[in-house]
Nanobody, 114 residues
């Protein structure tokens, strides 16, 4: 599975961005797709995930601000990010899980200016 992440950029605090993760195969055949992020000097951390029973889960730090969703027709998972904060600045990565194997896309940089 190949994953292509896009949608990062520079945004002001309290602004919004939508990240996209396009998969090379049908996402309905995957166990889960998730977003992770890594800020400079920090370890990679979980942000949000969606399984293909449409069960979603979020890190506490983004609950109520971020929404993960998927489009089977476009083989794409989205991360809508609202009310962005400076601490959301990071490289965001998408990860797909098929059975017990994880696949990672390249990152997309999100920079939130205060």
């Amino acid at each position: 599975v190949q994953l292509q992440a896009s949608g990062g950029g520079l945004v002001q605090a309290r602004g919004s961005l939508r990240l996209s993760c396009e998969a090379s195969r049908s996402i309905s055949g995957l166990t889960r797709i998730a977003w992770y992020r890594q800020a400079p000097g920090n370890e990679r951390e979980f942000v949000a995930g969606i399984s293909f029973g449409s069960i979603t889960n979020y890190a506490d730090s983004v609950k109520g601000r971020f929404t993960i969703s998927g489009s089977n027709a476009k083989n794409t998972v989205y991360l809508q990010m609202n009310n962005l904060k400076s601490e959301d600045t990071a490289v965001y990565y998408c990860q797909a899980r098929r059975l017990t194997t994880d696949y990672w896309g390249q990152g997309t940089l999100v920079t939130v200016s205060s």
